[in-house]
């Protein structure tokens, strides 16, 4: 039985609100226009005496919605909770009100008392989120077994979760397998050591709570986070008993860049030009190559970014290759001690501590660091290769000499598809569809396959431009596209082995964070614990499959008719498939179609004869709703015409309100949300681009009711960009003005 709804308003006249407004006409809005029984203004609400009337009305009057009209909900969040029976709704008149607006003013006033209608209104159709609870196994699968899975599966081991560890080769170890040596990464940071491998697997192998499959790909993965089902195949036999994980830590590292593209640099036309592969595997195994046979050499030369920071090849820096040249040069030098050996770089990048290292190799005999850009490569008469060399550090064109020339070639990720390693290629060979016979996904974004999803959207996890996992690059790197996945070291982006140790420590917290939240129904970043999720009123669904291709998160799949299968732990809670529903049959407990639309009818609307136009701005919550409250405290003033609905995202907005906004009499209105683009920062992908390809529709709308396109203007904000705000709702109020008013307005 649905429980009765009993609102409760608290007014605080503190923080200056009671000397700009006129507190008994705010609280007459509540009680007399909006029928409130409790309405309490106090002057210092947050303090224990306000907050204890709060609880005290609550046990009394049975009151489970409290409307508190004070300052932002960013601040004191925790002293306004009042236990998971109770919805609190903050309505801001000190940021969004009194601190960015004439005081005792009667369009101020109009702005509070719009603010606190909205404020109820909301609470009235919003219910209290129960959280979704399903059975959550608690093993964390580590996919790959070089560093990063190993220190992965250590880290979860021992925060006290099972772990299955996979590999496809026969042995763990990854690339430390092919490696003879590291640099050194304890005090003084000079030295060559070991690289630990021999240790790191032991620890693994000893270790309970770990268990280790080697020669095994993945061949199947379904189900969702807390759920996941995983199909092996182990020495090429597909496994009969799929197993069930929790999360999965996705570190299947990288391979080479194609040398095979680096001609321009002699590779593959001279032979004694190699990469520094090659060169790390004649140390660590003593087998000859090409240009390293036996026969006496007196120089050597390093090419730094082969492939690396170059538009034309890869445009990064793959992070290792200096380092790894420096290393190489030492080995040389000890097997070599006579050669002289040089280094041709754009920039020297050695990380952190590996600086030391590069400071001691510049202070040994016949090793020569030049910098520029490297030219042309003729192969002499003696059978050295002479590297012309272009604006060297005195500015000139320089020429060197050198027996053996060494490529230090980029990495990509595994996840990149493709021919792309010549050697030591650690991409899942396997192509053929693991789909259950549907078809996957058009989307170009995912990568090789190697978890094998059966998800709707595709196989593998989204990636960028260059095969990297997508994540947001700011805010949440460890987080990829698809829930309770999590990408740790080199197939993330590149980096050395301090570096890929920290991040498979990132990783696995987040697989374990992942674990908890969906055992409490909670959700993960970025909307870290919220208990709301879509509910979807299939009865009325046309199978228009909007919803399915837009989350951006994979999480709804869709049976043979097209309609969605939500599965709830995969959820983000971005709301974009509110957005995109063109029935309006998704909405959340606490975010819904009616909710908002009550939102905005509840604004009262002057009459055309008052000439004062009404906007509407709905604003993301993630960036440009919290620059509200930036504005407000550095008190920059802006037009009072405004009223700024906060939402989920850009893209969880759904058309329905701006339909119902114009036709409540609303002049204009503003979407202001998150960049997007190439280095996007909308927290949930892909909202603000999504907002932004519907408003073509809604354009198309406004023609057809012969109102100006102008009247809804969609905008990109960051958060250092606050100042914009005012600006831009100022020169917006100003151009409806001179458009003159909504010609719909009372009708
Ligand atoms: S669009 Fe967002 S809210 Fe909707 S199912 Fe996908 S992740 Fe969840
Ligand atoms: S967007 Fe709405 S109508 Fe379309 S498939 Fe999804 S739930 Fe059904």
Known sequence: MAIETKVGVYLCSGCTIGECLNMDELAKVATDECKIPVCKTDSWLCNEKGI??????????????????????????????????????RVNLRENVVWTHKPNDEDTQMLGSDYLRMGIAKVKTSEIPE???????ETILVVGGGVAGMTSALACADAGYSVLLTEKEPVLGGWLNKTYKAVSTSMPFTELEDTGLEELVAKVDDNDKIKVITSCLIKKISGQPGQFTVTLKIKNEVQKEPLTVGAIVQATGWKQYNPDKLGHLGFGKF?????????????????????????????????QCAGSRDENHLPYCSSVCCT???????????????????????????????????????EEDNIFFTKGEVGELTKDSDGSITIDIDKSLLGDKIQIKSDVVILATGMVPSTLPGDVALENDSANPEEESNLDGKKEAESAEVGAKILNLTYRQGTDLPTLKYGFPDSH???????????????????RSPMDITAVKNDAYGASLKAIQLITAAKLGKAVHPRSGDQSYPDFFLQRCTQCKRCTEECPFGTLDED???????????CRRCGICLGSCPERIISFKDYSINMISSMIKSVEIPDEFEEKPRILAFLCENDAYPSLDIVGKYRMQFDPNVRVIPVKCLGAVNVVWIADALSRG????????????????????????????????????????????ERVQIHQLSIDEYKKLPVLFNEFVEEITEMGLNPYKGM
Not at 479 to 487: H, K, L, N, S
Not at 560 to 569: Q, V
């Open 52 to 89: 204890e009337t709060i609880k005290k009305d609550i046990e009394t009057e049975g009151l489970n919605r409290i409307v508190i009209g004070a300052c932002s909900n960013r601040f004191l969040s925790d002293e306004f909770k009042f236990g998971p029976n109770v919805m609190v709704d």
């Open 473 to 491: 690059y700011i805010c949440f790197p460890y987080e990829t596209r698809r829930t309770g996945i999590y990408a740790a070291g080199t197939v």
């Open 560 to 570: 043979d008719k097209g309609t969605p299968l939500p599965n709830i732990t995969r």
């Open 324 to 362: 790894a040249s420096l290393k190489q040069a030492m080995l040389i030098r000890e097997k070599y001690p006579d050669a002289l050996i040089y280094i041709i770089y754009k920039d020297i990048r050695t990380l952190a501590q590996n600086e030391l290292f590069y400071k001691r190799v510049q």
């Open 666 to 709: 609303f002049d204009g209105i503003l979407l202001i949300g998150c960049k997007h683009g190439d280095d996007y920062q909308c927290h949930f992908i892909k909202g603000s681009e999504l907002a932004e390809k519907r408003m073509d529709n809604v354009q198309e709308k406004l023609k057809q009711l012969v109102l100006e396109p």
């Open 131 to 137: 959280p979704f609870t399903t059975e959550i196994n």
């Open 271 to 303: 032979d004694n030009v190699i990469t520094n592969l090659q060169v790390e595997e004649y140390f660590k195994t003593g087998k000859d190559n090409s240009a390293m046979n036996g026969k006496p050499i007196k120089s050597f030369a390093f090419i």
